[in-house]
């Protein structure tokens, strides 16, 4: 979903390897497989609107 890992590491400044690692501690911590999972448990356990969510999703292609 949205960004590559190389993407948003150019966005804030960081290595793709970091963004690599930081998803992987997400997903062990909620034990989540993709990022598919990581948005949908988000959305239904309030950390994120999903009305945010697609705002945000349609505003991507201004860091493409």
Known sequence: IGL????IA???SLSPRTI?????II???F???NRVEMVYHAI???M???Y?????MKGRIFYQ
């Open 44 to 46: 239904i356990n309030g």
């Open 20 to 24: 690599e690692r930081h998803l992987e």
């Open 52 to 56: 945010d969510f697609v705002r945000c």
């Open 10 to 12: 150019e966005i804030l």
């Open 48 to 50: 994120i609107n999903i």
């Open 4 to 7: 590559t890992n190389s993407q």
């Open 27 to 29: 997903f062990d911590k």
């Open 31 to 33: 034990d989540l497989n």
